[in-house]
């Protein structure tokens, strides 16, 4: 249908059909091949017994399909081949490590085990095939407080003092946690504690479960479909810098204030690897996590808006690349909508991944800052918009007069640049207010807002001392969910000085990606007016306390990520 395709991301990761939901095992081979993979359900747009898709790029940006890498066809993972991750051993192999899920139509939960696949033909550097292990399932014991019901999404492992280490999502004694797990050659796992739970990142759990009254070994009351406690999914755990470890995890949970689904914390860890007695490790509230969160008191978003199941890999120059679930949530649903409510279920497609976004660490303001990798300029063709130093009336909005009619004017990136005009000179706390507003026609518009309170304007640099960022949808029209997304960005305690705050937007149809102050605050929204196949205007307006502001504003049109111009990634 044409409003399917006018929806449709064009240069996100998307599945050809079907549902999409989380990323998985993300790499780069020893040629400079990178693969994603992502749960997919080719026979619906809605989530069902998942494969692992397969896409391959030279670049990150330009994508080509691969046949799906795993199908849920054995008698441990035949209800789905859920999400994992993919390990490089010394010498380059690649193995995929997944969770195989079984037994729900027989029992009414759902067992989950740890498995792994390699390729087919290793030198292929597409490695378009891929064969489960002979010895599958290799992790079939949940952690000793856990249950088989809740129990998946196993971490990129990596090697320490001769042993390999993996975080896997659990459900223990009510608390979601992330188990850790052992293993001399990534074949005999054992259990070694937890790496960090809802009780160690100083999260209550939310759940209204007692102590689980066993009605089979492993599966315990709290974990039936349905209960109130809620696992940890899709956990993930990275050095980054020297000392600084970061780990993340996804909350089912929606009653976090600033609502975020995807968290995360830093913190350290090594000290404790190897030293403590293993898989006795009680997580009824005591703080005894192998990772510690001694840099940050409280967990920080990795997005305010419609993402999930995050994950990050390292690419083979060192830079550490996130993608995460963009899920659909339309009018009518909270946040994501279960089969039925969501009216992008008509459209034959669901689900796209975030654009990959370089993650850096920032010990200024104790908090991660992501911005598209480098390559995303790849993507960039006819700059539709490039002006300097343009006046901002002093809370006034300046037209950029840009109308698209073309189709590919639903690709696009903005980049807008706010300072204070040169004359502007003020002390004291002052508000700001900066943003863009996406006209779509009809009347609807969604406004994209940072603001917040800087101290001492003067002579064209501003140092904020607080802020936050927002993605108004209340004008959207169409089908688009109403909520407004957004929160507060962290800055460094002495503020953030800065000669101009930065706001770039990525347009792609229905999928907006906003990066406030290079990357520190980020939203992620759906947005599905019903005139956007037409034409949309773009306008900047700023406002910082009474001060004149001026703009350096530039739009590009973008590509596609499955181009056919492009469409072999390698070889
Ligand atoms: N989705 C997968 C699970 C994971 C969840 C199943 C998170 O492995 O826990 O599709 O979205």
Redesign the pocket.
């Known amino acids: 249908a044409p409003e399917a395709q006018a929806l449709k991301p064009g240069y996100h990761i998307t599945a050809a059909m079907g549902w999409m939901?989380?990323p998985n095992g993300m790499f780069q081979n020893k040629a400079g091949i990178y693969h994603v993979f992502y749960?997919w359900n080719p026979e619906a747009p809605i989530?069902g017994a998942?494969y692992w898709g397969h896409v391959i790029s030279k670049d990150m940006v330009h994508w080509e399909r691969m046949p799906p890498a795993l199908v849920p066809d054995t008698d441990y993972d035949y209800d789905?081949v859920?999400?994992g991750s993919a390990n490089l051993l010394e010498d380059g192999t690649p193995i995929l490590f997944y969770?195989g899920v079984s037994n729900f139509s027989e029992l009414k939960y759902y067992k989950q085990v740890q498995a792994t696949a390699v390729p087919v033909n290793a030198s292929d550097p597409r490695l378009k095939l891929w064969k489960k292990s002979p010895s599958n399932p290799i992790i079939s014991q949940p952690p000793p407080d856990g249950t088989l019901a809740q129990f998946?999404?196993p971490v990129s492992a990596w090697k320490q003092d001769g042993l390999w280490y993996t975080v896997i999502?659990s459900l223990e004694s009510c608390f979601g946690t992330a188990a850790l797990y052992s293993s001399p050659d990534f074949q005999t796992w054992q259990p070694a504690g937890q790496w960090a739970s809802q009780a160690s990142v100083g999260q209550a759990n939310a759940g209204q479960c007692v102590a689980p009254a066993l009605a089979q070994p492993g599966v315990g009351q709290c974990d039936q479909v349905g209960a109130v406690c809620r696992m940890w999914?899709?956990p993930d755990t990275f050095q980054l810098g020297n000392d600084t470890w970061v780990f993340k995890w996804?909350d089912q949970s929606k009653t976090r204030d600033p609502f975020a689904m995807d968290w995360y914390i830093l913190g350290t860890s090594a000290t404790f690897l190897g030293n403590r007695s293993q898989g006795n490790i009680s997580s009824r509230g005591e703080d005894t996590s192998r990772f510690q969160s001694t840099l940050q008191n409280t967990p920080q978003s990795v997005d305010y808006g419609s993402i999930?199941?995050s994950k990050t890999f390292a690419t083979s120059d060192g830079r550490r690349v996130l993608l995460g679930?963009v899920f659909e949530t339309s009018a009518g649903c909270v946040e994501q909508c279960s089969a039925g409510t969501n009216f992008t279920d008509s459209l034959g497609w669901q689900g796209a991944q975030t654009l990959p976004r370089e993650v850096t660490l920032d010990m200024d303001s104790r908090a991660l800052i992501m911005n598209p990798v480098q390559e995303l300029t790849l993507l960039r063709s006819t700059l539709l918009y490039n002006k300097s130093a343009v006046t901002l009336p002093s809370n006034g909005s300046q037209e950029l007069n840009l109308t698209q009619s073309s189709s590919m004017g639903r690709q696009t990136e903005i980049m807008a640049a706010f300072a204070v005009a040169a004359n502007g000179s003020q002390g004291g706390q002052q508000p700001f207010s900066i943003g863009i507003q996406l006209s779509t026609g009809q009347g609807t518009f969604t406004q994209i807002t940072v603001n917040g309170t800087a101290a001492a304007i003067a002579n064209g640099s501003l140092n904020i001392a607080q802020a936050g960022v927002y993605v108004d949808r209340s004008k959207s029209g169409g089908h688009t969910n109403t909520t407004t997304q957004g929160g507060p960005i962290p800055l460094p305690a002495s503020g953030l000085s800065v000669p101009a705050a930065t706001l770039r937007i990525f347009v792609d149809h229905s999928l907006l990606e906003v990066y406030a102050l290079d990357g520190r605050g980020r939203v992620t929204s759906r947005i599905y007016p019903a005139g956007m196949e037409d034409s949309w205007n773009v306008s900047v307006f700023g406002a910082f306390g009474a001060a004149p502001a001026t703009v350096d504003a530039s739009v590009w049109e973008m590509g596609s990520a499955f181009d056919p111009k492009q469409a072999k990634a390698c070889c």
């Open positions: 939901n989380d749960q989530w998942p789905g859920f999400s969770t998946r999404d999502g999914e899709c996804s999930y199941a679930w």
